[in-house]
């Protein structure tokens, strides 16, 4: 008798049905959430009160997602996108209501978040974008073959957005010369990315280099002038001798401290490996933060046994091993800046619960997108 052979898994479809929603409240994301068959469906580019159509495009651990296709019910606080390729395109989220409602959205999300922490926080403070739009300093696009844009997450094809609204005015004329000529494509075939940003001597285009090639800078500079200020404003009332500044950069939020603390020792650590031969620049330290050695590799290389400040300013994923740091080197304060609050709050949670936050700000340095930085500030009982 021949064993039977195992049925083949049936490959799983994509829902694709039409839906009518009713949107109740708006996720940290920027997404509407609708209730569909008892599970919560997520619908971008629409906000709470608002009823209409869509399609599911994907299902996935208990939740939905769908695009939507019309309204038939619109909410008081929606507005004409300043953008055509809003609807569209997933570079922005919160063109279609007024920037007041969009500051309350991510005020909400951000308290959400701090929810989780064990410890009472105060009132967050918001500090808004000087402008809306024209703002951004440095754009990644994608391209496959002759098309450069935006990738569509439900398509994943590529969307042109020629008449994009949120880039700097100094990188327009550079930006729209990749779309009215593609010679381009005669040296980038098949797919992959373009880089624009602005540099002291102009324009620069980098195409397949990893995000930030040349350094990593802040797109919004004049809402970085702002973070940077709230950062220092925070030592306005502490003696401050030593300051370690993790994530450092090039300095770009500790440099203001400087002159308002004279003769402090400020200690610069980040992973730079073009500034690893500077010797003379003993306040540098080049180190992976991220590696499980790395504080031990710290402590070999330095003869500071404790800092009165202790500024974080990690990438996206956060830094797991801040909890560590704190414990070795005994801050009077930490200051976090982050551009992500859950991977922020989980590395506060794993400080335990014996401190106390100061401060709380919110700066858009993202408007018209679901991001924000957030500026966190901790005492040590």
Avoid at 96 to 104: G, K, R, W
Avoid at 199 to 225: C, I, K, L
Avoid at 243 to 271: A, K, W
Wanted: glycine share 6%.
């Amino acid at each position: 008798m021949k064993p039977r052979r195992p049925h083949p898994k049936a490959k799983r479809q994509s829902p694709n049905r039409p839906i009518e929603f009713l949107i109740e409240s708006i996720d940290p994301m920027g997404q509407g959430v609708a209730k569909i068959d008892s599970k919560p469906c997520f619908i971008a580019k629409t906000l709470p009160g608002e009823q209409g159509s869509a399609t599911i495009t994907r299902a996935s651990k208990g939740v939905l997602f769908a695009r939507m296709s019309n309204l038939s019910s619109t909410a008081e606080n929606r507005i004409t996108p300043a953008c055509e390729h809003f609807e569209q395109c997933s570079g922005c989220h919160f063109l279609h209501t007024d920037y007041e409602s969009e500051l309350t959205y991510k005020r909400n999300a951000l308290a959400d978040h701090l929810k989780r922490l064990s410890v009472e926080t105060p009132d967050i403070r918001v500090a808004p974008a000087e402008q809306r739009l024209g703002y951004r300093n440095r754009m990644q696009l994608h391209y496959r073959h002759k098309y450069l844009g935006m990738i569509d997450p439900v398509t994943d094809a590529v969307l042109e957005i020629p008449h994009c609204q949120v880039i700097d005015e100094r990188l327009r004329e550079t930006f729209d010369s990749l779309y009215q000529d593609k010679s381009w494509t005669e040296d980038h075939q098949g797919q992959g990315h373009c880089e624009l940003y602005l540099t002291d001597d102009g324009v620069s285009v980098q195409w397949d280099q990893p995000y930030a090639h040349g350094g990593f800078t802040q797109v919004n500079r004049a809402m970085n002038e702002m973070l940077r200020e709230t950062v220092r404003a925070q030592l306005d009332d502490l003696e401050v001798g030593t300051l370690l500044d993790l994530f450092s950069g090039e300095g770009n939020l500790s440099d203001l401290i400087l002159p308002e603390h004279p003769g402090i020792e400020r200690v610069m650590v980040d992973y730079a490996p073009e500034r690893a031969k500077l010797k003379e620049e003993l306040s540098f330290i080049h180190l992976d933060l991220f590696s499980d050695t790395a504080l031990r590799a710290f402590k070999a290389r330095t003869e500071h046994t404790r800092f009165d400040v202790l500024l974080v300013d990690p990438p996206r994923k956060g830094f797991v091993h801040l909890a560590q740091w704190v414990k070795a080197y005994r801050p009077k304060k930490l200051i976090y800046v982050s551009c992500s609050a859950p991977t922020m709050v989980r590395d506060l949670q794993l400080l335990g619960g014996d401190y106390r936050i100061e401060q709380v700000n919110l700066i858009d340095l993202f408007p018209g997108t679901y991001h924000y930085e957030t500026q966190v500030t901790i005492t040590f009982k």
